[in-house]
């Protein structure tokens, strides 16, 4: 993982990774609810729902709990999307959980020697104790997406469908 906190503002966090996996897998891990589901949110949540088609004006909602924070719900408008380059989605929380304002999330892609280089924008936060929470969530969360790509990757070399 490498961030870059010195180069951005202090309303924005920048997630990036390079993931074992190349770029068609990934992608279609982000296009298929019934992948995203299984490493959407952080460590120690399970998502229990998710709605979620990349359409640009299509809605997309989720649900997630953990036995110490319990249930957890976020939704948002997915902006923009540019096949095997970008996703641009707006994220709010929709729970009374005083976690902040809406913000825009931007999710890029670079293949690379077959490997899938993934840079996570987000911005604005409301604060900077705002900005580092989701840090650490977002962070959980690319850890669970890690492992689940590299995993269905090798299992595609094997001549699995994945």
Do not use: C
């Not at 951005?8 to 279609?28: G, K, Y």
């Not at 929380?93 to 999710?107: F, L, Q």
């Not at 670079?110 to 962070?139: I, L, M, N």
């Amino acid at each position: 993982m490498k961030s870059a906190p010195s180069a951005l503002h202090d309303d924005e966090l920048l997630i990036e990774r390079t993931f074992d996996a190349p770029l068609a897998l990934v992608w279609r891990l982000w296009e298929s609810p019934d992948h995203m589901i299984r490493w959407w949110g952080p460590e120690k949540f399970t998502t229990t729902a998710i709605d979620w088609a990349l359409a640009p004006g299509k809605a997309w909602s989720a649900t997630m709990v953990s036995t110490e924070h319990g249930v957890s719900r976020m939704s948002g408008i997915v902006q923009e999307v540019a096949r095997h380059k970008h996703i641009i989605f707006s994220f709010a929380w929709d729970n009374d959980s005083g976690r902040g304002m809406e913000t825009v999330i931007t999710v890029t892609f670079t293949e690379r020697d077959g490997k899938t280089a993934q840079s996570f924008h987000q911005t604005p936060f409301a604060s900077v104790q705002s900005r580092d929470s989701h840090f650490g969530g977002w962070t959980s969360l690319i850890n669970k997406q890690q492992v689940y790509f590299e995993n269905l990757a090798i299992a595609e070399s094997k001549g699995l469908r994945v």
